[in-house]
Each structure stands twice: as structure tokens, then as C-alpha cells.
């Protein structure tokens, strides 16, 4: 076969073909434009799953009418000027192909004005041929209709899905796009049924009650990060809030959605071990940083990105999910009834005053010399002289008095707004947890001297572990082929947590080798150890009493929840209680 320059109507076939997959595609070209527009309001309306018609109309700068032709022309575009400019990307659009890929295979009618002319324009085009151009009277904007998709390309039609799956492709994508621009009023319609309506009052989690239900947006997690030239903001659920598959999980870079599975990965790792096997979060990120720091001119759709420094973007991502979740501290309530604008924020707990460092991670206090230390001072503490009865005032926590015990675990104590069941173990995880980051940040050395040895036959790469335990004050020597001592700890920690923790976190050893870095290694090990030794409240006489449990409870940073995401606390309250006993 001959070598031959291909025509433009196949030269165009194949460019549709890599940018315009779906009507799902149709429509994020089209609504990137109108961003790119500057459109305060877009409205957008599909039928028949969007084979039919899709119409996307704004408010933005509109087109001239002696532009309008060009418009829809292969590489033709407002957003570039020179090579330079490609480096220097703050539009969704710029190779200018959307409109001439469209327009290939469909039948596309522009009619707009732009805001300095008197009078608008009217172009046609079917197929990728211009059947009608006239000046027409219309208000200030774009109207972008595309019918008949894919009338030309029959087979293209094979390879789409059911229906349902492309209207629900649509929705999402608006809705995401949605979340990223909460400052512009959305409309969707599909059929003429309304899907999605926005107020443009910028407030992202009424996009959020939309997508996944009041309920849901109320217990999503707020991030709100800045590092160098990064700005990471967005929502995490927490850790008991949960999909099958990563589909949930949205990224915005410099406002572009992108699909980066080295994103999904950081955001999977900051999770770490709290979230169950197989199960994934959901999470709305929205990364912002210098254009120079990324090229989107490497995806025909634009869908995916390269990062300059894509290792420092990992660690970023990682760092800005961590804090925002160590910030986080539920009060898990029996009773807990939601409200649109009720979430919780990084850095607060909701319905308190209490403000938490969301800078309190290991990481932070293992790098940062300049950190604070934890102020170690007692709560205030009031006691009946009548029984004896021993009650705590906490900062940003309601009066707790302690009334009993159960099973020598469960603590129960009273507040004003209700009752409170505190579970020993996870308030014990908690107490030892923040103790073990103050004694490292205080960098104390004060270690006890320890003599236990360990079989360590079945712990798999164990020696690369032996300088994560050393950064942790935790020395060992290799005491025979496959037996190690355990010389001196942390005097925070008694021989018989040493003993538990060391023969439990042998065991766990092999399934966290996916860890990479120390870093992820100490803070996987560190919550490992505390779990295994705040087990073992209430098994030995020389634990606190529940009173001391509580009094230590309330001065952590985080009394509410463990190190791996769990409650330390239920909360009955009176309202509850009062509509369970009130008939």
C-alpha cells in the first residue's frame, strides 16, 4: 500500500475519535469552554442519553460573528499565542479542537455575541461541513447545540454503553465540575427532568448533599492545606464511610479533572490501615499550584497530567490528607441527626470550641524542630465531698462525671447534654498515643531498660525494619539466627506492653511491606503499637482507674478518636434518651 497524506474529513475523524468518545465527552468540551468563558451560569440539557441533543448554554464572554467560522476549524483557539504560552496554562481549553471534533461527527449550532458587539452570529455545521453562517439577535453568551451524535459514525455507537450508564456519565461529570466551580449557577436537565440546580452562592457542600446525600456531606472531612507553591482543599470521608471502587474519588489539578493513579495512590496510603480491605474513600481534591509545575498537553482528552515533581506532589497529597483526618475527631452519637452545613472541619471538632493543630502528626514531630510540644496540664478536677464522685472540666468537652464500669472495659460517665460510653481500650490507644508524640517530640531519652526476647523466624524482612524501631526508641539486638532482644523502650511503655506489642507486630510485619518510606513505616508501627498496648486496659491493676482514664482522656488533642480512626466514645443524649422512655 501506498504512503498518502490523509484528507481532511479523516484527518478530523481521527481527532474525534481520541477527544470525543461518549456524549460525556461532548459535554465536558463544551462546559470547559463556557468556564473558560468566564460564565457566571450554564445550563445544560441532554436527551436521549445525550445521542439526541446536548445543549450547553452560558453567560461568558461569547464569540464575534466574524470569529464563529474559525471557531469551529481545526487548531484554531483564543487560549495560545506562541510556544511559551504552552507552559503557562490557566485555561481547561487550548489545542482548539473541541468544537472541529464535535462538529465531525454531529450536527453543531453555535449562536452567540460576544459582550462588545450589538449583534451575534449563527453557524451551522453537519458533519464537518458549514451549511449556514447569518447574524443573528441574541443576548450576550454562547448556545452550543449538538444533535444527532455520532450520526455518521454508526459503528461508534456500538461501543457505548446502556443508556442509564451515559446519563449517569453526565451527571457526574457536571456535578464534579459542579463542586469545582461553586461560584457559577449550574443546571442540568436530562429529558427535561431537572438534575442538578446550583445557587452560584459558592458553597460547595450544598454540591456535595446533591451527589451523595445530605447525610453523607454532613460527615465528610474538610481539607484545607498550604505548602510552598501547593494549595490542597477539598473533602475525605472518614474512614467508616466507604465505596467498593475507586469511582468516587475526584481530582481536580489547577480546576482540570484528571485521572492520576499516582494521586489515587497517595490518597490510599494517607489512609493507611484505617480503611478495610477492598474498600475505597470518597474524596474530592482540588490541587492547585504553578502552571510550570505541570503539562495537560499530554492527554488528547486532557484527562491526565504530568507533574514536574510528581514525587513532591505525592508527598503533598499525603501530608494534606493526614493532618486533615489526624484533626478529626467524631463524637459518635446514637442520635446524630444531620444538617446540610453541619460537616466537619479540619481543625475543629464539630459543635465545640476546642481547636486542634492540624499539623499533629508523627511526621510533622519527627521533621519539624520549631513544633510545639504538648502542654502536659491536668484538667481541672472537682470532687462531691457527699460520695466521693470525681468529675472533669475539658477543654472544648462538657462536665463528665464518672459513674461506672462495666466488664472492667466500658466506662460510663454523665454530662449535661446526655450520657457517654467510653470504651477503655480505644481511650487508653489514645492517652498512650499522644503520650508516645510528646515524648518524641520532647526528644526526652528517658528509656527503660528492658530484657525480653522474641522468635522472629516467620518476620519476613524484618531487618529493615530495625531502624524504624531505633527511630522510635525501641533498641534491639539480634540475639541468634532467628531471635531478637529487646534492650531498652520508651518508659511510657510497661514490660508486659513490650511483650504484647512486640509478639503481635511480628506477626503484622510482612503485611506492611507495602510501605515505602520511614516515615510511613513509623507511623504505621507507632499506631500498631498502641492498639496492641491499649488492649490490654483493664487486664492489669496497675492501668489507671476509669476516673484517671478520664481526667487523662480529656487533655489529648484527640479524645474522641484512636490513631486508626475509630471512636473512643458513644454520646446518648438527653433528647434521645427522653424520646426512648417518653411515651
Not at 460564565?39 to 452560558?58: F, M, Q, Y
Not at 506532589?313 to 478529626?328: D, G, L, N, P, S
Not at 484517671?548 to 475509630?566: A, E, F, H, N
Request: proline letters at 5%.
Amino acid at each position: 500500500m501506498e504512503i498518502q497524506v490523509l484528507n481532511n474529513e479523516l484527518v478530523s475523524q481521527i481527532a474525534a475519535g481520541e477527544v470525543i468518545e461518549r456524549p460525556a465527552s461532548v459535554v465536558k468540551e463544551l462546559v470547559e469552554n463556557a468556564i473558560d468563558a468566564g460564565a457566571g451560569k450554564i445550563t445544560i440539557r441532554v436527551e436521549g442519553h445525550g445521542l439526541r441533543l446536548i445543549e450547553v448554554a452560558d453567560d461568558g464572554e461569547g464569540i464575534r460573528f466574524e470569529e464563529l467560522e474559525l471557531a469551529v476549524t481545526r487548531h484554531a483557539t483564543s487560549k495560545l499565542a506562541s510556544l511559551e504560552d504552552l507552559y503557562h496554562i490557566h485555561s481547561l481549553g487550548f489545542r482548539g479542537e473541541a468544537l472541529a471534533s464535535i462538529a465531525s461527527v454531529a450536527r453543531l449550532q453555535l449562536i452567540s455575541r460576544n459582550a462588545q458587539a450589538e449583534t451575534g452570529g449563527e453557524i451551522q455545521v453537519d458533519g464537518g461541513k458549514v451549511t449556514a453562517l447569518r447574524p443573528v439577535g441574541v443576548p450576550q453568551g454562547t448556545v452550543a447545540r449538538v444533535a444527532n451524535l455520532f450520526f455518521n459514525v454508526p459503528p461508534r455507537m456500538a461501543f457505548l454503553k446502556s443508556p442509564t450508564t451515559e446519563k449517569s456519565r453526565i451527571n457526574d461529570l457536571v456535578f464534579r465540575y459542579g463542586l469545582a466551580y461553586p461560584s457559577v449557577r449550574w443546571q442540568l436537565f436530562q429529558d427535561n427532568k431537572p438534575v442538578l440546580q446550583t445557587s452560584g452562592r459558592g458553597d460547595r457542600r450544598e454540591i456535595l448533599a446533591e451527589l451523595y446525600g445530605v447525610a453523607v456531606s454532613h460527615d465528610l472531612i474538610e481539607v484545607s492545606f498550604q505548602e510552598n507553591d501547593y494549595q490542597i482543599s477539598g473533602y475525605i470521608s472518614p474512614a467508616q464511610i466507604t465505596r467498593s471502587n475507586r469511582r468516587e474519588i475526584t481530582v481536580f489539578v489547577n480546576g482540570r479533572w484528571v485521572l492520576d493513579g499516582g494521586l489515587t495512590a497517595a490518597l490510599m496510603q494517607a489512609y493507611g490501615h484505617l480503611l478495610p480491605p477492598q474498600r475505597y474513600p470518597l474524596a474530592v481534591l482540588f490541587i492547585n499550584m504553578d502552571p510550570l509545575a505541570v503539562d495537560v498537553n499530554v492527554h488528547p482528552a486532557k484527562a491526565e497530567v504530568r507533574f514536574r515533581d510528581s514525587g513532591q506532589v505525592f508527598t503533598t497529597v499525603q501530608r494534606a490528607i493526614r493532618r486533615a483526618f489526624m484533626a478529626f475527631s467524631p463524637v459518635g452519637d446514637a442520635n446524630q441527626t444531620s444538617a446540610l452545613h453541619g460537616g466537619r472541619t479540619s481543625g475543629t471538632i464539630a459543635g465545640t470550641t476546642n481547636t486542634i493543630d492540624p499539623a499533629w502528626t508523627l511526621a510533622r514531630l519527627m521533621r519539624d524542630e520549631t513544633n510545639q510540644p504538648l502542654t502536659g496540664t491536668e484538667p481541672a478536677r472537682t470532687v462531691d465531698p457527699a460520695t466521693g464522685e470525681v468529675s472533669f472540666i475539658a477543654d472544648g468537652m462538657d462536665l463528665l462525671r464518672y459513674i461506672g464500669k462495666m466488664r472492667d472495659r466500658y466506662i460510663l460517665a454523665e454530662a449535661p447534654d446526655g450520657l457517654y460510653l467510653i470504651d477503655g481500650c480505644a481511650a487508653w490507644e489514645r492517652i498512650l498515643y499522644e503520650r508516645l508524640l510528646q515524648y518524641y517530640d520532647e526528644k526526652r531519652d528517658q528509656t527503660a531498660e528492658r530484657a525480653a526476647t522474641f522468635d522472629i523466624a516467620n518476620s519476613e524482612g524484618f531487618d529493615e525494619w530495625l531502624p524504624v524501631f531505633k527511630r522510635l526508641d525501641i533498641h534491639m539486638e539480634t540475639f541468634g539466627p532467628t531471635t531478637i532482644r529487646v534492650r531498652r523502650t520508651p518508659d511510657i511503655l510497661t514490660i508486659e506492653d513490650v511483650q504484647l506489642v512486640m509478639t503481635q507486630v511480628m506477626q503484622e510485619l510482612p503485611g506492611a511491606s507495602r510501605l515505602l518510606t520511614v516515615e510511613e513505616k513509623m507511623e504505621w508501627l507507632l499506631a500498631r503499637i498502641v492498639y496492641w498496648a491499649g488492649s490490654r486496659y483493664g487486664t492489669d491493676e496497675n492501668m489507671p482507674s476509669p476516673a484517671d482514664l478520664l481526667s487523662q482522656l480529656q487533655v489529648c488533642r484527640s479524645p474522641r478518636i484512636t490513631p486508626s480512626g475509630k471512636a473512643t466514645m458513644i454520646h446518648l443524649s438527653l433528647d434521645l434518651l427522653t424520646r426512648q422512655f417518653d411515651h
